[in-house]
């Protein structure tokens, strides 16, 4: 029997977390969420192989290239609670569905921009957009599949979102090269709004538990992972012990504890902290930050190893690395729709254990003279790690929370995958420069391959986590079957 709550205003909401009579459409579900998981991943590390042109054609200095990349991932990371808490209480298509809209307008912005100063803007909104839309879309995802196939929805979700941040250097250099790198934001309009269009009018609406927002939560979780990832992102210039980064660090953290002692008082916290005591949810997230850690400092790597160590163009560099970037693709549905009978655990041990073997067997042979007939089978294998462990760890938090606190759940693992990414691209540059450097092909590659072992070692760690990770468990309180959803075959 269903039941009727009133929120303030008089909204009602009926039954366990919808708010409408829309009829529940998995197949145009995943494939709206899938549209977003691509575009707003490809904008992580599109604009790499576009650098040396947009320093050209901007007249842009080191310092604007680098906020090119790092402002979009930096608000991306940032703001992954938030858009959970928004999707919560304003409805998590609304909220969707303006989060794309957004995304959208951006990316036409920064294709016009006409100065750097717009384009690095124009990059914060793409990332304040993508913070907001990304958890709400897992949400949905989510609420429109029962948990005995909730994994293969994910495994299809993770095959797109894992294949558009690896083919992000793929797709900048394409386009590049052959048209202009304003057409690597123009890709994004018109698929963005289609997207919203139809999403607006086909997406279920639903809401979160939580009537009221946690302004003192928001403010203290935001500026608190801001202080980390700002320190992060400049380290590189300033170093270490420079005081902006260690104020940053510092601060950051002592706002992410006031935020862990506000939330255990609060009455409608927008984290639970009862849920990282869970053994699935928390190792599920410390696998998803060493994975993403690995998975993005490496790509990052990767892409400058094939063009300042091997002498390949942008195009040839895309082209070379499809051997990795084509597995999410072919692989993450299988490991998806075999994670929901045999559990997720499995995959995301032998996932992150190929990724660092990947990632490892690269460094070893890697030299200036190495052909590409070395790369493929290690290349292969890290892909085929990354389809196997994207979608399994995501579905381990879902079954970790009840159904109605996965929005809270997509935004902490979103925001713990995204800002694992950042600390890579870091730590694995860190390591470049300590061995390596350009200019030199020989002194380049050394640098690369001690970047790659960094990126090995994190896989293993987050391997070493994933072996805690329970086993298959039956589906219970915390994953209550929804109402039977239409198979994936029928777009309603």
């Given at each position: 029997?269903?039941?009727?709550?009133?929120?303030?205003?008089?909204?009602?909401?009926?039954?366990?977390?919808?708010?409408?009579?829309?009829?529940?459409?998995?197949?145009?579900?995943?494939?709206?969420?899938?549209?977003?998981?691509?575009?707003?991943?490809?904008?992580?590390?599109?604009?790499?192989?576009?650098?040396?042109?947009?320093?050209?054609?901007?007249?842009?200095?080191?310092?604007?290239?680098?906020?090119?990349?790092?402002?979009?991932?930096?608000?991306?990371?940032?703001?992954?609670?938030?858009?959970?808490?928004?999707?919560?209480?304003?409805?998590?298509?609304?909220?969707?569905?303006?989060?794309?809209?957004?995304?959208?307008?951006?990316?036409?912005?920064?294709?016009?921009?006409?100065?750097?100063?717009?384009?690095?803007?124009?990059?914060?909104?793409?990332?304040?957009?993508?913070?907001?839309?990304?958890?709400?879309?897992?949400?949905?995802?989510?609420?429109?599949?029962?948990?005995?196939?909730?994994?293969?929805?994910?495994?299809?979700?993770?095959?797109?979102?894992?294949?558009?941040?690896?083919?992000?250097?793929?797709?900048?250099?394409?386009?590049?090269?052959?048209?202009?790198?304003?057409?690597?934001?123009?890709?994004?309009?018109?698929?963005?709004?289609?997207?919203?269009?139809?999403?607006?009018?086909?997406?279920?609406?639903?809401?979160?538990?939580?009537?009221?927002?946690?302004?003192v939560g928001l403010a203290l979780v935001s500026i608190g992972l801001f202080g980390l990832v700002w320190a992060a992102v400049r380290q590189p210039v300033?170093?270490?012990?420079?005081?902006?980064?260690?104020?940053?660090?510092?601060?950051?953290?002592?706002?992410?504890?006031?935020?862990?002692?506000?939330?255990?008082?609060?009455?409608?916290?927008?984290?639970?902290?009862?849920?990282?005591?869970?053994?699935?949810?928390?190792?599920?997230?410390?696998?998803?930050?060493?994975?993403?850690?690995?998975?993005?400092?490496?790509?990052?790597?990767?892409?400058?190893?094939?063009?300042?160590?091997?002498?390949?163009?942008?195009?040839?560099?895309?082209?070379?690395?499809?051997?990795?970037?084509?597995?999410?693709?072919?692989?993450?549905?299988?490991?998806?729709?075999?994670?929901?009978?045999?559990?997720?655990?499995?995959?995301?041990?032998?996932?992150?254990?190929?990724?660092?073997?990947?990632?490892?067997?690269?460094?070893?042979?890697?030299?200036?003279?190495?052909?590409?007939?070395?790369?493929?089978v290690p290349l292969i294998l890290g892909g085929v790690g990354i389809a196997m462990c994207l979608p399994t760890t995501i579905n381990l938090v879902f079954?970790?929370?009840?159904?109605?606190?996965?929005?809270?759940?997509?935004?902490?693992?979103s925001a713990v995958r995204e800002i694992g990414g950042v600390f890579g691209v870091v730590s694995l540059g860190a390591a470049f420069a300590t061995y390596?450097?350009?200019?030199?092909?020989?002194?380049?590659?050394?640098?690369?391959?001690?970047?790659?072992?960094?990126?090995?070692?994190?896989?293993?760690?987050?391997?070493?986590?994933?072996?805690?990770?329970?086993?298959?468990?039956?589906?219970?309180?915390?994953?209550?079957?929804?109402?039977?959803?239409?198979?994936?075959?029928?777009?309603?």
């Amino acid at each position: 029997m269903q039941c009727v709550r009133l929120w303030p205003g008089g909204r009602a909401v009926r039954g366990e977390n919808t708010s409408t009579e829309r009829p529940v459409r998995p197949g145009w579900t995943l494939v709206l969420v899938a549209v977003c998981a691509f575009l707003t991943s490809l904008d992580v590390m599109v604009v790499v192989t576009a650098i040396p042109t947009i320093r050209q054609d901007l007249d842009a200095g080191l310092a604007d290239l680098e906020w090119t990349i790092n402002a979009y991932n930096l608000a991306f990371g940032c703001l992954m609670l938030t858009g959970a808490a928004l999707g919560d209480r304003f409805g998590r298509m609304k909220v969707y569905v303006l989060g794309l809209a957004v995304f959208t307008a951006a990316s036409a912005m920064a294709a016009l921009a006409p100065t750097v100063g717009v384009l690095i803007l124009s990059r914060v909104l793409q990332g304040v957009a993508a913070g907001v839309a990304i958890p709400v879309s897992l949400t949905l995802l989510s609420n429109a599949y029962p948990p005995e196939k909730r994994g293969m929805a994910m495994g299809i979700w993770g095959s797109v979102s894992g294949l558009a941040v690896a083919a992000g250097p793929v797709v900048g250099g394409l386009i590049t090269q052959g048209l202009s790198w304003h057409w690597i934001f123009w890709l994004n309009v018109p698929i963005g709004l289609a997207a919203t269009v139809l999403s607006a009018k086909l997406l279920r609406e639903s809401y979160g538990p939580r009537p009221e927002l946690d302004l003192v939560g928001l403010a203290l979780v935001s500026i608190g992972l801001f202080g980390l990832v700002w320190a992060a992102v400049r380290q590189p210039v300033l170093g270490w012990g420079d005081p902006e980064v260690l104020l940053s660090i510092v601060g950051g953290l002592v706002l992410l504890v006031a935020f862990v002692l506000w939330e255990k008082r609060v009455t409608h916290a927008m984290l639970p902290m009862a849920y990282f005591r869970s053994r699935g949810f928390t190792i599920a997230n410390v696998s998803a930050f060493f994975q993403h850690f690995a998975l993005i400092g490496a790509l990052f790597m990767l892409a400058q190893m094939f063009q300042e160590g091997l002498g390949n163009d942008p195009m040839g560099t895309g082209l070379r690395l499809l051997a990795w970037t084509a597995m999410p693709l072919l692989v993450a549905p299988i490991a998806g729709n075999f994670a929901d009978r045999l559990g997720n655990r499995p995959f995301m041990v032998a996932g992150l254990l190929l990724q660092g073997v990947g990632l490892a067997w690269i460094a070893a042979v890697a030299q200036p003279d190495t052909g590409y007939g070395s790369f493929i089978v290690p290349l292969i294998l890290g892909g085929v790690g990354i389809a196997m462990c994207l979608p399994t760890t995501i579905n381990l938090v879902f079954a970790s929370v009840p159904q109605n606190d996965v929005g809270v759940a997509s935004g902490v693992n979103s925001a713990v995958r995204e800002i694992g990414g950042v600390f890579g691209v870091v730590s694995l540059g860190a390591a470049f420069a300590t061995y390596g450097h350009y200019g030199d092909p020989a002194a380049a590659m050394g640098g690369f391959r001690a970047a790659l072992v960094v990126g090995a070692i994190a896989s293993m760690v987050g391997m070493v986590a994933a072996l805690f990770a329970p086993g298959k468990t039956q589906p219970g309180p915390h994953t209550a079957p929804m109402a039977a959803p239409v198979g994936l075959d029928t777009l309603e």
